[in-house]
């Protein structure tokens, strides 16, 4: 007689109210690190620190942009060893409660959706037929992966999220059942939750039967508590302890006493918790979200969300207040803090200019040509810059119109920069005098996809067409900068930037030198909005108008002797480089996330 294999249990349960871990009264103390904004040698470091901090729990959103930047082409190696950092989690002593979507927000370029698939897709995050065969084929990807990671086998992974905060985005409930049945169809035995906001309508309809609905706020327990099921455990997915930053907005901070007082009270109540940020880490590269409220709100490289365990690995108030608070729920002593890191001394290094900006762009290959200015979704331009090139006539007093610019534009006649435009302000400009024949480049920068709320998954590039006066341009080819570093000093087609050097917009290299890889901050006094690689690395973006005024550096990125460091800024480079020892993050303001 043979005896079908009984189902694997879930090792976090509820019921009465409580949560129970392996039938034992739990309370979830977490917090938020997300392994694709933490450089992969530093995992372990930050994982340890997490636990030191008096977590029992780490959780982290799963990027699907991040694996499979091309369609069909999935990648779990290296920075993207996802399994790796799941299992670096539970040798720190943590367990991890796994939110992988598809969709995150998280400030994260897209919402963490392929840009691919959201530039064609009618509708995102519902019973869309293209964005649910998409999703399907990602989980045959990911969830074999890290379903053997579940407690019930023995790994880390105790609790896995249902979507993302989808009530306050869509009502779709058959998309969430569906996505609910993708992950237990895939082997998903653990706890499922859900997260929303405070209010009654993003609860219902942002729930699914058979998963656990949480919270996600800044304060207001009570609040919570008013539309809090009874029978449920009180537990806050998302508690903010700080927050994120945009460009030209000051920088947010919250103080220890404000993030104490809100896990107080949830402690107070019997709740778990998740604080996010527990790290925040770096937007690196392109991969900063952005918001938008009336006008677009890009997100700044740094992540480091005033987090307990600051963007490079420092403690602050929040840390040592924190792990005051939470010795008392361990039946141990909590690990020691590992050490402190180090870094590099002050150190200064000259910008020396290589190539205008039109010759960086003119070095790279050009599309086919088209009747129409092409979007970055239609040239699979992942994100970044791309140079649209057109031969103009005009009569004087004519004017150039971009119609759905997405995001900013530098525009050239004839090689001499004669405007910038934004989608937010201006998007058009007198021509001057008037012309038989001109040579117009417009190199557009996307700042960041937005992440959250009804525009996310907007197309970016020129949406609309040119115009001069009513009348459109046609012909156009395209250059898309990858994020490989440019190396170039040549030019083609006599389309020089004449006076590069004057301005200084382009591209430029400097040398550092150092005696050992340490932790490091650039800066760039001068510059005005710019890319910065380092060795090869695209650090990501810096733009004067601020907040943030240095770039995190990482150690691992560093090597004993020269370094070099490239800058590409399409308005206008500065004269150095500077090394420094901790990071400006502009003026402060008080702030708590609602």
Same mark, same amino acid.
């Given at each position: ?41 530093? @995992? ?5 620190? $997490? ?65 691919? $698939? ?19 084929? @990602? ?13 019930? %086998? ?13 009530? !306050? ?67 806050? !997915? ?7 930053? %945009? @460009? ?22 019997? /709740? ?6 527990? %790290?925040? /880490?770096?937007?690196?590269?392109? @991969? ?31 840390? $040592? ?36 900006? $039109? ?114 341009? %046609? ?68 733009? !004067? ?50």
């Amino acid at each position: 007689m043979s005896h079908a294999a009984s189902a694997p249990s879930p090792c976090l349960t509820w019921g009465g109210g409580e949560l129970y871990k392996n039938g034992r009264p739990h309370r979830m103390l977490s917090g938020s690190m997300q392994y694709f904004r933490v450089h992969p040698d530093q @995992w372990a470091d930050r994982l340890q620190r $997490l636990a030191a901090l008096g977590m029992n729990t780490v959780d982290t959103y799963v990027a699907w942009n991040f694996h499979e930047r091309a369609e069909g082409e999935v990648d779990f190696s290296g920075w993207r060893d996802l399994e790796r950092y799941i299992e670096l989690a539970g040798e720190a002593g943590l367990d991890v409660f796994l939110r992988p979507g598809p969709y995150i927000c998280a400030e994260w370029s897209n919402g963490g959706l392929p840009y691919w $698939l959201t530039g064609r897709a009618r509708t995102i995050r519902t019973m869309d037929p293209d964005f649910i065969a998409a999703m399907d084929r @990602w989980f045959d990807d990911l969830l074999p992966r890290v379903a053997p990671l579940q407690a019930a %086998h023995g790994g880390p992974i105790v609790a896995v999220q249902v979507e993302n905060e989808y009530g !306050s985005f869509g009502s779709d409930g058959e998309y969430l059942t569906y996505v609910r049945e993708a992950l237990t169809s895939r082997g998903i035995v653990e706890l499922l939750t859900t997260a929303d906001g405070t209010t009654a309508d993003m609860h219902a309809n942002g729930s699914v039967g058979g998963a656990l609905p949480t919270f996600t706020f800044g304060s207001g327990v009570e609040r919570a508590r008013k539309i809090h099921r009874p029978e449920t455990p009180f537990v806050c !997915s998302e508690m903010w302890g700080g927050w994120f930053d %945009h @460009w030209t907005e000051p920088h947010h901070v919250r103080s220890a006493a404000s993030m104490m007082e809100t896990i107080n009270d949830i402690l107070e109540i019997g /709740g778990s918790f998740s604080l996010y940020m527990a %790290h925040g /880490g770096t937007n690196f590269g392109f @991969w900063n979200g952005a918001n938008h409220d009336e006008v677009l709100q890009p997100t700044i490289t740094s992540y480091d969300y005033d987090a307990p365990i600051g963007e490079d690995g420092t403690i602050n108030d929040k840390y $040592l207040a924190l792990r005051e608070a939470l010795a008392p729920f361990h039946d141990r002593a909590l690990p020691e803090l590992p050490p402190l890191p180090r870094f590099q001394p002050a150190n200064r290094a000259p910008l020396t200019f290589v190539s205008g900006v $039109l010759e960086v762009f003119d070095s790279l290959p050009s599309t086919p040509p088209s009747p129409a200015p092409l979007t970055f979704e239609e040239l699979g331009a992942e994100d970044g810059f791309v140079a649209y090139h057109a031969e103009i006539s005009y009569d004087a007093g004519s004017q150039l119109h971009i119609d759905g610019l997405h995001d900013r534009a530098a525009v050239f006649l004839d090689g001499v920069r004669h405007a910038t435009l934004a989608r937010d302000g201006q998007t058009s400009v007198a021509l001057p005098g008037s012309a038989e024949q001109a040579h117009l480049t417009i190199i557009v920068e996307s700042l960041g996809r937005v992440n959250y709320g009804p525009l996310t998954g907007e197309r970016k590039g020129i949406l609309g067409g040119v115009r001069i006066g009513r009348r459109y341009v %046609h012909g156009w080819h395209h250059q898309v900068l990858p994020q490989e570093p440019p190396t170039t000093t040549a030019s083609s087609a006599g389309r020089t930037h004449v006076d590069a050097k004057a301005t200084r917009a382009g591209l430029a290299v400097a040398t550092i030198e150092v005696a050992e890889p340490l932790d490091a901050w650039l800066a760039l006094p001068g510059c005005t909005k710019a890319l910065v690689w380092l060795n090869g690395f695209l650090l990501g973006r810096y733009w !004067s108008v601020g907040p943030q005024e240095t770039l995190y550096a990482p150690a691992p990125l560093w090597r004993a002797g020269a370094n070099t460091v490239r800058v590409l800024d399409v308005d206008g480079l500065g004269e150095a480089v500077e090394v420094r020892e901790a990071p400006e993050f502009g003026p402060p303001e008080e702030f708590i996330g609602s």
